[in-house]
DNA sequence: TGTTATCAAACGACTGTTTGTTGGGCGCTG
DNA sequence: CAGCGCCCAACAAACAGTCGTTTGATAACA
């Protein structure tokens, strides 16, 4: 099975767009085949299985999630100003690959234990990387001291959460979004 | 059909578990059935359909966060102080009804156009709540001048999200973890 | 006696996947 | 350049189930 041809990306992406829209579950692999005007089993010429394309959206979503934070990480800047480019990033991942990013975010349990182990690894990594960010902000005192997993839990369930209301045909584009969203984590609602 | 029964709340708990543990088009009416030792047919002397199965489960969890967030506006406290109590509201629901809220938050979007409409009128209402509390706060000085939809968005998202993570078998009660939010929120990341 | 809960069985439709076959296009050979 | 074999994509058909739901019968209980 070749891993990677021109019809099996127009397959995972006809599928990224149902599994968005409809769900795993309730998206067949006939919905998929229609939409390509193909029978449900020429798919199988092009794929394994219909977790398989499950599998490829969603580690494919992990990775971009995962590079965008790293070169945040990379940038040298503040720890503040490294909250800001993670944000930037998240939603900018978000706002190029729509599809294959909602997928991540609410069907990446329907993996087998053994692919939704690989997906969790890469999960986990990336949360560790927000949370090195509040930790280095507390350490060098640009930040209060707080809890850095708390810290970082607010900063991720802003963008995580987005994927429910953000689309990138409305008016704001993902640095707007993220900018509002770092102005209110750093500098919180209180007056002074 | 009888809208109360104890068979009828029997079968909505089991299927609120199911429901969130699986998906809602990942669970059978076999596996309902199944847990209860009874046969599949048998459920529908108790049950219209499994739709309305899922849209009872939602519906409740809908009613019960928009309760929640009611009492706290009602509480006559200043705009910070229904801040914490409207983010303590939310999670205790959460925490108490864990079946319920997390199937509210994931399955919704299953339902048919109108009972669809129905849960999205009581969610808009709810997150109106939210951004009255913000904007009453920037109103009286109290909080900055912020965008209060994004205001309103960051705290809702951070409650929104912890259906992933928080679990009431874990060491935080929904009060420390509100309060933990609810202190980031109020203040930010930023030393002084 | 009527009511209620449950059962077994069937309904027609649909599931993901495998199979054997077909036809077009490509490169190699004579 | 003609002809041959081969690959590749797609097809139709079937597989062995499962799906949600309906029906008629049957016990238990009031």
Chains 1, 2 share one sequence.
Do not use: C
């Not at 992990?62 to 790293?70: C, H, Q, S, V, Y």
């Not at 053994?114 to 890469?122: A, D, P, W």
């Not at 997993?149 to 953000?166: C, I, K, T």
């Amino acid at each position: 099975m070749p891993r990677t041809s021109s019809r099996r990306e127009e397959i995972l992406a006809v599928a990224g767009e149902l599994f968005r829209q409809k769900g795993y579950h309730a998206t067949s692999m006939q919905d998929i085949a229609e939409r390509l005007r193909l029978q449900r089993g020429s798919l199988y010429a092009h794929i394994d299985s219909k977790e398989e394309l499950l599998f490829e959206i969603v580690d494919r979503a992990a990775g971009r999630f995962l590079d965008a934070i790293e070169q945040a990480r990379r940038s040298g800047r503040t720890p503040a100003e490294q909250l800001r480019l993670a944000l930037r990033a998240h939603m900018t991942v978000l706002a190029e690959y729509r599809d294959t990013a909602t997928v991540f975010f609410h069907e990446w349990r329907f993996l087998r234990e053994e692919l939704r182990r690989r997906i969790l690894e890469k999960r986990d990594l990336y949360e560790q990387r927000w949370r090195q960010i509040i930790a280095e902000g507390v350490e060098r005192g640009e930040f209060r001291p707080v809890d850095e997993r708390f810290g970082a839990l607010l900063a991720l369930s802003a963008v995580n959460w987005a994927y429910h209301w953000y689309s990138p045909e409305g008016p704001l584009s993902p640095e707007q979004v993220a900018d509002q969203f770092a102005d209110l984590i750093l500098d919180g609602l209180r007056a002074a």
